[in-house]
Structures are given as C-alpha cells and as structure tokens.
C-alpha cells in the first residue's frame, strides 16, 4: 500500500498545517504495515482499511501535534503506539514514553521502535496507576483510555511543575468537563476536524490549579 498510502497522508497532515518530510511519512506507513502484520496474531487494532487508518490511526494521532507542551511526553494506555509512534516519528526533538500495562501491546512497540529506529521512544509496561518515572512530564496525553476526571487522577502523578493534560477525545466531553475537580482547569478545548475522519473530535487540555 505503500504508495497509494503516502499522498493521503502528505495531503491530510497539510490539512492539519505539518508539513511531514518524505522519510517521516514512509516511516507512518511503515508503522502501518508492521500493524497489519502483527494484528492478525496480537488483535491490536479494529481498524484494518488502510484508507481508515491513514485517517484514524495516523492523522488523528498527528492533530495532537501542535498542542504538545514541553520536550518530555508521555502517552498513557497507548496501546498499539496511538497516538505515541506518529507524534514520536512527527517531532524528533521530544522524547516519547509510550505505557501500556498489556505485554503483547508493549512487545509490538518494542518490535516497531527498533525496526523504524526510534530513537526518542522509550516503551513502559506498567500500569499507570503503578507507574513512578524517575523524572516527570511536560506532556500527558492519551486517547481512548478513560473518561477525563479518571484521567486527570492518573496524570497526578506524572506531570512535572507546569505540565498539561492533553486528552483527545471525540464528541465535546461536557459531562466529563463539568465532573473534573476543582483542583484541575480547563485551559483549551478545541474542537478538531481530522481529514477523512467523518466523527467528531475535540482536544482539552487541562491543568492543575
Ligand atoms: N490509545 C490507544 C489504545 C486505546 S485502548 C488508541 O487510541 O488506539 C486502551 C489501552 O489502554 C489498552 O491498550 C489497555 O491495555 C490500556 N490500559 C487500560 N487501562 C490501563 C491502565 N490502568 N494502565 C495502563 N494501560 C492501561
């Protein structure tokens, strides 16, 4: 699918306004490919068109790109590398720790950072809850993990002095918003439109007071 694959992508990050160097697409499609290969054994995504995952795997995952903070970030509950491997392969400057807590997931992502050589990628198994890193994050973000009030617990202890909650979510989450804590604040909530994408999606970012 390779070539098919590449102008959908180059045309659909523009739409998203990152313009992706020729080799940092190839290796998107590439990541697809691994995907599709490791999916029939490991079950690891339910969307297998390449058309769709062009879309929702690659540049759903890109359109968080702009709304990272800092250089240290970390994708909790990543499962197959969503959003972690495209916004890693997008920004090379930043250091990506991608969590999952199920080891066929996190055996993927080992499998994939060391054939595409990633080398700002860093794989954790844990749960998050378990999770303690040796230095904290600019960056939390996740998609498809849990519901925003669950996720800003989960981020706590994660973030470093300063640090944002980037959760990606489809329709505007006015419950979840309304159900945060007042110890957290709502910074941003825009609502994104993801090329080929026909769902609705929204990115918050959220903070500690
Ligand atoms: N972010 C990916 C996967 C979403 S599915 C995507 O958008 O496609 C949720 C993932 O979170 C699963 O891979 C599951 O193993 C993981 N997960 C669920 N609860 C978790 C927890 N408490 N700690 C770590 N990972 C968790």
């Given at each position: 699918m390779s070539a098919d694959a590449l102008a959908p992508l180059l045309d659909g990050a523009k739409q998203l306004g990152i313009i992706l160097p020729g080799n940092r697409a190839g290796q998107m499609i590439d990541y697809l490919e691994l995907l599709g290969q490791w999916n029939r054994a490991?079950?690891?995504?339910?969307?297998?068109d390449p058309g769709q995952q062009i879309s929702y795997h690659l540049l759903d995952s890109l359109s968080a790109l702009s709304r990272l903070h800092g250089t240290r970030i970390v994708d909790i509950?990543?499962?197959?590398?969503?959003?972690g491997i495209p916004l890693a392969i997008a920004d090379p400057d930043r250091k990506f720790t991608l969590v999952d807590a199920t080891a066929k997931k996190t055996r993927f992502l080992g499998h994939v950072t060391r054939t595409l050589g990633l080398g700002n990628v860093e794989i954790v198994t844990t749960r998050v809850e378990d999770y303690r890193p040796p230095t904290r994050f600019d960056t939390v973000v996740a998609r498809a993990l849990a519901a925003l009030p669950e996720l800003a617990t989960l981020s706590e202890g994660l973030l470093a002095p300063g640090g944002i909650l980037l959760a990606m979510k489809g329709r505007e989450p006015v419950d979840e918003m309304r159900e945060?804590?007042?110890?957290?604040?709502?910074?941003e909530l825009q609502r994104v439109d993801v090329p080929g994408l026909k769902a609705q999606r929204h990115l918050v970012v959220i903070a500690k007071n």
């Open positions: 490991y079950n690891l995504t339910a969307v297998t509950g990543t499962g197959a590398g969503l959003p945060l804590t007042e110890a957290w604040r709502i910074r």
